[in-house]
C-alpha cells in the first residue's frame, strides 16, 4: 500500500499548503534501488517511484517543503538527492559539550535531580553520546536511584549508568583464581601503559569487576574531549593509543608466556588495526606520505564499504597491510618493554588491583609515582574512555 498512501500524503498536502513534509528514516523506502542483497523490493520500489514521481510534480512553488532524515544518506538512491528533489544536505552531528550540556538540561527537567549533580560535568563526560544516548543515560539513572530507594538521582546514579551504557551491567565479582589474575594482569598493563606514556589520556580508572557481553574488566581513560569532539587526533596520541591498547596482552605474554594468552584481547586487536590502518588510509601518517586512500565515511557506512576498498590497487592494498603491521609491532615492542621494565611495579598493583578489585586513576598513579617519573601531563579532569 506504499505507493497509494504515498499519494494521499500528497494529495493532503496540497490541500493544507503552505506545508511541511517529514518523513523519518528515508532510507527505509529510499535505498538504492536494485542493491539489496536479498533481491530486489517491488513494494518498496513501487513506494520509492512514486516519492519521486511526486517530487517531481510540483510546480514551481507549490508551498510544500519536505524534509526527510536518515543515519545512512549513504544507500540512499542517488535519484532522491537530485536537485529538485533532496538538493540539500544538512549533518546533523553528534552534539559538542554546550549541546549536551542543554540536551541534558531538557531531559532533566522532568526528573528529581540532586542539587549536588551538576550536568556540566555530565556534559563533560559524555562525548559522542547523542541526543538519543543522553535521554537514555538519564532514565537509566533515575531507574538505579528508584532501586536504591533514593529520593533523587546523585552523581553516583548517573556514573553508574554512564559505565552501564558504555560497558555493560555489573556482574558478581570473580572468587580469587587465575583466571582473576590473568585479567588483572591485562588491565593493569592497559592502565600502566596509560599513566606512562607521554601522550595518552590519564587514568580514570581500572577495575576487574565483570560486566555483561563478556567482559571480565576494563581500564578507563579520562577521555580527551577536545580531540574526540574535533576529530583531529595527533600523531603522538594515536601511537600511544594504538601501544596502550595493546598492553593488555604485552603483560600476558610478559607474566604467562605466549601459550597462557586468552582471547580477551580479540578486540583489543581489532581497535588497534583500526586506528593504525586510519594513520595509513586517512591521515597520511605513514611512510606511504601523504595521501588520503578512504574516505571519512567509508568505514561507518558498511554500503559504500565495498566500493571504497577497490579504489586503490592490490599492490597498494599489500603496502597498506604491510605499514598497519609496523606500526603495530613497533608498538607491541615498545608495550613489553614498558611491562617488562616495570615488572615489580606491574605485580603490586595487581596484586592490589586482585584485593580492591577497582584502582581509581589517582591511587594508581600515586603507587606509579613511587617506582618511576609520572609524565607532565598526568593530571585529573573528569570524563572517561574505555579499554576491556
Ligand atoms: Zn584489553
Redesign the pocket.
Known amino acids: 500500500m506504499g505507493a497509494s498512501r504515498v499519494r494521499d500524503l500528497f494529495k493532503k498536502a496540497k490541500e493544507n499548503a503552505p506545508c511541511l513534509i517529514f518523513i523519518d528514516e528515508i532510507d527505509a523506502v529510499g535505498r538504492q534501488r536494485g542493491a539489496g542483497i536479498g533481491g530486489g523490493n517491488d513494494e518498496r520500489e513501487q513506494t520509492l517511484n512514486q516519492l519521486l514521481t511526486e517530487m517531481d510534480g510540483f510546480e514551481g512553488n507549490t508551498g510544500i517543503i519536505i524534509i526527510a532524515a536518515t543515519n545512512r544518506p549513504d544507500v540512499l538512491d542517488t535519484a532522491l538527492l537530485r536537485p529538485g528533489r533532496f538538493d540539500r544536505q544538512v549533518i546533523v552531528d553528534a552534539p559538542d559539550r554546550k549541546g549536551r550540556l542543554e540536551i541534558l538540561t531538557v531531559h532533566a527537567r522532568n526528573k528529581k535531580i540532586d542539587p549536588s549533580v551538576s550536568l556540566e560535568v555530565v556534559a563533560r563526560r559524555t562525548p559522542g553520546f547523542t541526543g538519543a544516548d543522553l535521554a537514555n543515560l538519564l532514565n537509566e539513572a533515575a531507574i538505579l536511584t528508584a532501586r536504591r530507594r533514593k529520593e533523587a538521582i546523585t552523581q553516583l546514579e548517573i556514573d553508574d549508568a554512564i559505565d552501564r551504557l558504555t560497558i555493560g551491567l555489573t556482574l558478581n565479582p570473580l572468587l580469587d583464581s587465575k583466571k582473576k589474575r590473568l585479567i588483572a594482569y591485562?588491565?593493569v598493563g592497559?592502565a600502566l601503559l596509560s599513566t606512562l606514556l607521554e601522550n595518552a589520556d590519564p587514568l580514570n580508572k581500572v577495575t576487574i569487576i565483570p560486566r555483561s557481553g563478556g567482559v571480565g574488566g576494563f581500564s578507563q581513560q579520562i577521555l580527551n574531549e577536545e580531540m574526540i569532539d574535533s576529530g583531529l587526533y595527533t600523531k603522538a596520541w594515536l601511537y600511544d593509543n594504538i601501544t596502550m591498547?595493546l598492553g593488555?596482552?604485552a603483560a600476558e605474554v610478559e607474566v604467562f608466556g605466549e601459550s597462557e594468552v586468552t582471547g580477551?584481547?580479540s578486540?583489543?586487536l581489532k581497535v588497534v588495526t583500526n586506528l593504525a590502518r586510519k594513520m595509513v588510509t586517512m591521515y597520511g601518517m605513514s611512510d606511504l606520505g601523504l595521501v588520503a586512500l578512504e574516505n571519512q565515511s567509508s568505514d561507518v557506512f558498511l554500503g559504500r564499504d565495498w566500493m571504497n576498498r577497490s579504489e586503490y590497487s592490490e599492490e597498494m592494498a599489500t603496502k597498506i597491510d604491510r605499514q598497519v603491521r609496523t606500526m603495530a609491532v613497533a608498538c607491541y615492542r615498545e608495550a613489553r618493554r614498558i611491562i617488562n621494565e616495570n615488572r615489580a611495579l606491574v605485580d603490586r598493583l595487581v596484586d592490589l588491583l586482585v584485593e580492591q578489585e577497582t584502582i581509581e586513576g589517582e591511587q594508581f598513579r600515586k603507587i606509579v609515582a613511587e617506582y618511576t617519573q609520572l609524565p607532565a601531563k598526568q593530571q585529573l579532569v573528569v570524563s572517561s574512555s574505555t579499554?576491556?
Open positions: 591485562h588491565e592497559h591498547t593488555g596482552k580477551g584481547a578486540n583489543d579499554q576491556s
